[in-house]
């Protein structure tokens, strides 16, 4: 089985306008599209689009086929509904000129915990027919749950198998960070370990840098159950973490950046907001 879990440590770094450090352990699931049948048999407590304590619904993820906002081009006609992730992603590749016929995607992500869902970012890696790395998206969630997905294609890939982008974010991260800063991705496609690093640049200056990385562990019932207790309600305690860690900023003075000022720079993403949809009545 491809499929596995890794357990890592996620780690952020803020160097302007003023410093901010925290690091913590956290674990996420690395599926193979492929097998999520199978999985969906074979364990107890995971199941695939339907209610469990772990709950992996192909909806959550790239909802390519629904209306783009501020984007350039009309979306993608939908394929398969609200199922069949991997036949969106393969016809979203097609349109960039990546042939992911006989291959297979990976995707590092978090499913529902008892229902709640909520991924700061997931991570697809694309593998073509002879097992080479093709492509990585990476699609970014905020939590005003809008969501944005960024292409790394076979231009992007670096000489160790991995792939490097920088591209303006045109996104609503954070309150702390305007829509223009640049998105640094450095993804290497997991093996024995993961390893992903994203910084953030306003103009050559890196103001910030968060990493995920730590150890393949097998996927078995028993650790899933060992995994619910060590790390309790995950998916919550990350929303939770994202809130203290805002407060934290705010107490330090770091500049605030409200999400209706830039509607026209925040775009191509997915589920807008209505701060960004609503256009107030006319005084």
């Not at 695939?48 to 390519?64: A, H, K, L, Q, W």
């Not at 002879?130 to 005003?144: D, I, K, M, R």
Request: glycine content about 6%.
């Amino acid at each position: 089985m491809n499929s596995c879990l890794y357990e890592c440590h996620v780690m952020h770094a803020r160097f302007s306008p003023r410093r901010h450090h925290f690091l913590y352990r956290i674990f996420m699931f690395a599926l193979d599209l492929d097998e999520l049948e199978a999985l969906d048999r074979r364990f107890a407590l995971f199941s695939v689009n339907r209610r469990n304590f772990y709950s992996f619904r192909e909806r959550d993820f790239f909802p390519t086929g629904e209306p783009i906002h501020n984007g350039k081009d009309e979306p993608s006609p939908p394929v398969g509904g609200a199922g069949q992730l991997k036949a969106r992603l393969t016809a979203f590749l097609a349109e960039r000129g990546v042939d992911l016929t006989g291959g297979r995607v990976m995707l590092v992500t978090l499913p529902r915990v008892l229902g709640y869902l909520f991924n700061p970012v997931s991570f697809y890696f694309c593998y073509d027919r002879a097992g080479t790395p093709v492509a990585a998206l990476s699609e970014v969630t905020n939590t005003f749950k809008e969501m944005k997905p960024y292409f790394l294609g076979p231009a992007t890939r670096t000489g160790d198998a991995g792939f490097h982008l920088r591209t303006p974010k045109h996104f609503y991260v954070s309150p702390f960070a305007d829509v223009d800063v640049a998105f640094d991705f450095n993804l290497r496609p997991p093996t024995e370990t993961l390893d992903i690093r994203i910084d953030d640049y306003v103009g050559t200056e890196r103001t910030l840098t968060s990493t995920l990385a730590g150890p393949r562990r097998e996927l078995t019932g028993a650790r899933l159950a060992w995994y619910a207790l060590k790390y309790p309600l995950i998916t919550l305690k990350v929303i939770a973490l994202i809130h203290w860690h805002a407060l934290l900023l705010w107490r330090k003075r770091v500049p605030w950046f409200a999400k209706a000022a830039r509607r026209a720079e925040q775009r191509e993403l997915y589920r807008p907001h209505i701060s960004i949809t609503h256009t107030p009545d006319a005084a």
